[in-house]
């Protein structure tokens, strides 16, 4: 990272938080009053705009009712194609190529079961062995679905160190017996960046249709989907772009797929001036829209109006510049403070590898996330032996990354964490 001079001090976490010009963002968010937040990979904060959205929609449906569809201070019936125009700057879209509609998994099936066309020898889709579990299940779900054994039919590349995954792998596999790829820009638990550019010009090489999960990476890494010629994506909104639970997720279709008849049909990806005609001859739209199925759901879709705005101010650069220094900090930290009592780094090094979170080894994660939480400070476990912490450009201060490390070192230097039990809980 340029122009940054590392110091174990806690005045240097105090400089560099007074140099950084995304701090005032903290003041928009509902910050855990006596704790440390750092879990915005899972489930981003409560943010004031995306509460004021929020309420806006839920007052146009008092207020208007029915009408709230064509009037009121968002109306609904363009909600999901306003949204995807102000994301696709995030993710390097055009904006008619992004969709915000459905969830990660529905929104997979949707790619599949319009994009994945069987023919000849070409039958089989690439995955991998650290995915996402609910990105395999959609895959085997897809491969029964047409007939085929999902066992033989889905080719997951194994990785070569139980964290990461190898690009030449991936290559080295691409052959004319794959239909589809799917691959995630960043590994949940690892934390590891794929280069999409790189591996979507291989991919096509192949005459192959490669897609991205973005849940890991959109709203701290920057995205070039139309330049890269990236086929489709898909990604959830409630973490790094602060959704709220259970948000609305967003779904990518690059413009050389429109027409492309939907997998899935259903009403809202009409044509908007035919939808209301109520014909049962279905006439999609000819943008992202027609990848839609159901009626939007309007009161998740709410919040991310409002949190949407302050990306477009804050700029994804400037995010992505900001995280990756807050992760180089906290690295840098761990490595000053901890290296004598079992951490490994689990993440890339280089930034260009690495993802918007740090990924934490050690034989006691559960029972160390244990100790942290009572302590004020939220982590993220994933078996078997995984502290994830991710240190959120728009809400978390140096600071905040200094006292975190300061408390895993004194849990480990009194080996606090022996109380607990060794067994994750139902939700990790």
Known sequence: ?????????????????????????????????????????????????????LLECFEDWKTIGIDGWSQGTHPWFYISEKLGEQMAPLVGAHADEVIVTGSTTSNLHQILATFYKPEGKRTKIMANELDFPTDIYAIQSQLRMHGYDHEKHLIRIKSRDGLTIAEDDIIA???????????????YRSGQLLDMKRLTEEAHKHGILI???????????????????????????????????????????????????????GWFGSDKEKQFEMAHEFVPTHDAGAYQVGTPHILSLAPLIGSLEMFHEAGIDQIRKKSLQLTRYMMDLIKNELGDVGFTIGNPDED?????????????????????????????????????????????????????????????????????????????
């Not at 890991?216 to 959704?243: E, I, M, Q, R, T």
Request: glycine letters at 8%.
């Open 352 to 428: 260009h590898l690495r993802g918007g979170h740090v990924c934490l080894q050690h034989e006691e994660a559960v029972r160390i996330c244990k100790a942290l939480k009572d302590r004020g400070i939220t982590p993220d476990f994933r078996a078997p032996n995984i502290v994830r912490l991710a240190p959120v450009a728009l809400y978390n201060s140096y600071t905040e990354v200094y006292e975190s490390v300061q408390t895993l070192k004194k849990i480990m230097a009194e080996k606090a964490y022996e109380i607990y039990e060794n067994k994750r809980g139902v939700i990790a």
């Open 211 to 265: 897609g991205f999960d973005g849940c890991h990476s959109v709203g701290s890494v920057p995205h070039y989907f139309s330049d890269w010629d990236v086929d489709f994506a898909f990604w959830c909104n409630y973490k790094y772009l602060n959704a709220g639970p259970g948000g609305v997720g967003s779904l990518y279709v690059n413009r050389k797929h429109f027409g492309t008849y939907p997998g899935l049909a």
């Open 173 to 187: 596999a691409m052959s004319d017996e794959i239909a589809v790829i799917i691959m995630p820009a960043v590994f």
């Open 1 to 53: 990272m340029s122009n940054y001079l590392f110091s174990p001090s806690k005045d240097f976490a105090s400089l560099l938080d007074s140099q950084d010009p995304l701090a005032h963002f903290r003041n928009e968010f509902y910050l855990h009053p006596d704790g440390i937040y750092l879990d915005g990979n899972s489930l981003g904060l409560t943010s004031k705009r995306a509460e004021k959205t």
